[in-house]
Every structure is written in structure tokens, then in C-alpha cells.
């Protein structure tokens, strides 16, 4: 992974904070959309993966992957209030 250069002045773009492309050599994150789909896909596999865990009656199991859910529904969210 390259690493960015230390003379860069980070900016403010679309709540999260990016050094100008010209001074790194590293990929900018995705746009808002795809942070949004990305969460709501991964919300959307630990959702079926606790229930399928949830169906074969190991509840440990379960808990872990909604816990997972949860994290992806909060990312969801936050993006969707704009914070």
C-alpha cells in the first residue's frame, strides 16, 4: 500500500476527511452511494447469516452476526442523516 505524502493538508469532503489527489498515491474512498449500498449489503448478509444461524439453534452464533447487522444499520443510518 503506498503511503501518503506528510506534507499533505487534509480537507473536509463528504464527511470524511481526504489529503488532495494530487499529494497521495493512494484510491480516495467511494463516493457516498457506494458506502451506502456497500452497508446495506453487508447489513443485509449478517441479517440472513444470524438467522440461519438463529434456525440451527446456536444462538452465540447468532448474536455475533447481529451484532455485525447492527454495525451496518448505524453506518446506514449515519450516512443517511449526513453525519
Do not use: W
Not at 499533505?8 to 451506502?36: F, G, M, N, Y
Not at 438467522?51 to 444499520?73: D, L, S
Amino acid at each position: 500500500m503506498a503511503k501518503a505524502n506528510r506534507e499533505c493538508a487534509p480537507t473536509q469532503t463528504d464527511s470524511v476527511i481526504c489529503c488532495p489527489l494530487e499529494a497521495v498515491d493512494i484510491e480516495c474512498p467511494p463516493p457516498r452511494a457506494d458506502r451506502l449500498s456497500n452497508a446495506r449489503r453487508n447489513y443485509e448478509r449478517y441479517l440472513a447469516l444470524a438467522r440461519a444461524e438463529t434456525q440451527i439453534g446456536n444462538t452465540v452464533g447468532a448474536e455475533n452476526y447481529y451484532q455485525h447487522a447492527e454495525h451496518y444499520f448505524r453506518l446506514m443510518s449515519s450516512d443517511r442523516r449526513g453525519t
